[in-house]
């Protein structure tokens, strides 16, 4: 889950995905929503093709990821035509073309900021390389944990983020301190180059409209669970 929000926020001045612009083949700004539902599409057609499944319908595509045909269609066609009326979706062709819009022909460098149980936790996944998502550089402002490994990643002070950032050319931050620091970091991510930041700070940041900031309450996302507990229908 985690890999799918940084790849929601990758950078790449070709296709501007940070924007949610396709620059290439089409003007029109795309919903945050569509860009979502790209990954959900790409999953779905990854797999396809690993069974050696060479086409698939706009139908077929709506009813595996429960969603109808009509916004399969909507939502590809803002990045021009893909498949073939009557044919449907070349399943080789659709990847290769969702990987391109979605930046994951490509790799990019990820520093993690705040080194407590939440930003270890995010040193340690696993899943991020599978993404084309290297998590190269660590910051913290406690001594006790500068020099510090974890995973395979060396836990730097703060006051190497900028020429780290420049070095490593690290193109995501992850804020992983507390909402009282999440801004000055923020600051200094974007100082040092960072355009897209993964904020786990239960705050808004306030950054320049270049800057993409994509927002990961854990608690309040609990919170709102509370909601449909409350609610739910009984039989």
Same mark, same amino acid.
């Given at each position: =889950?985690?890999?799918?929000?940084?790849? #929601?926020?990758?950078?790449?001045?070709?296709?501007?995905?940070?924007?949610?612009?396709?620059?290439? =083949?089409?003007?029109?700004?795309?919903?945050?929503?569509?860009?979502?539902?790209?990954?959900?599409?790409?999953?779905?057609?990854?797999?396809?093709?690993?069974?050696?499944?060479?086409?698939?319908?706009?139908?077929? %595509?709506?009813?595996?990821?429960?969603?109808?045909?009509?916004?399969?269609?909507?939502?590809?066609?803002?990045?021009?035509?893909?498949?073939?009326?009557?044919? #449907?979706?070349?399943?080789?062709?659709?990847?290769?073309?969702?990987?391109?819009?979605? #930046?994951?022909?490509?790799?990019?460098?990820?520093?993690?900021?705040?080194?407590?149980?939440?930003?270890?936790?995010?040193?340690?996944?696993?899943?991020?390389?599978?993404?084309?998502?290297?998590?190269?550089?660590?910051?913290?402002?406690?001594?006790?944990?500068?020099?510090?490994?974890?995973?395979?990643?060396?836990?730097?002070?703060?006051?190497?983020?900028?020429?780290?950032?420049?070095?490593?050319?690290?193109?995501?931050?992850?804020?992983?301190?507390?909402?009282?620091?999440?801004?000055?970091?923020?600051?200094?991510?974007?100082?040092?180059?960072?355009?897209?930041?993964?904020?786990?700070?239960?705050?808004?940041?306030?950054?320049?409209?270049?800057?993409?900031?994509?927002?990961?309450?854990?608690?309040?996302?609990?919170?709102? %669970?509370?909601?449909?507990?409350?609610?739910?229908?009984?039989?």
């Amino acid at each position: =889950m985690t890999g799918g929000f940084l790849f #929601g926020i990758v950078c790449e001045r070709k296709y501007k995905v940070c924007e949610y612009r396709y620059e290439q =083949m089409n003007s029109k700004r795309v919903p945050e929503g569509t860009i979502s539902r790209l990954f959900i599409y790409l999953r779905e057609i990854s797999g396809l093709a690993k069974i050696n499944i060479r086409t698939i319908s706009s139908a077929e %595509l709506g009813e595996r990821t429960n969603l109808s045909d009509a916004q399969v269609r909507k939502d590809f066609g803002y990045f021009g035509q893909f498949g073939v009326s009557g044919a #449907g979706y070349n399943t080789a062709e659709l990847k290769a073309a969702l990987e391109k819009i979605l #930046g994951k022909d490509k790799t990019w460098n990820v520093a993690v900021v705040g080194v407590g149980h939440l930003g270890s936790a995010l040193l340690r996944y696993p899943g991020f390389k599978d993404r084309g998502l290297n998590v190269v550089a660590a910051f913290d402002v406690d001594a006790r944990k500068i020099g510090k490994q974890v995973k395979d990643v060396a836990v730097r002070s703060i006051e190497e983020l900028p020429r780290t950032i420049k070095d490593k050319k690290i193109s995501i931050g992850i804020i992983a301190v507390s909402a009282k620091d999440a801004q000055e970091v923020a600051d200094k991510l974007i100082k040092a180059g960072v355009e897209c930041i993964l904020n786990f700070a239960p705050t808004t940041l306030n950054v320049a409209e270049n800057v993409k900031i994509k927002d990961v309450d854990l608690s309040r996302e609990l919170e709102t %669970l509370s909601y449909f507990l409350v609610n739910k229908k009984t039989a």
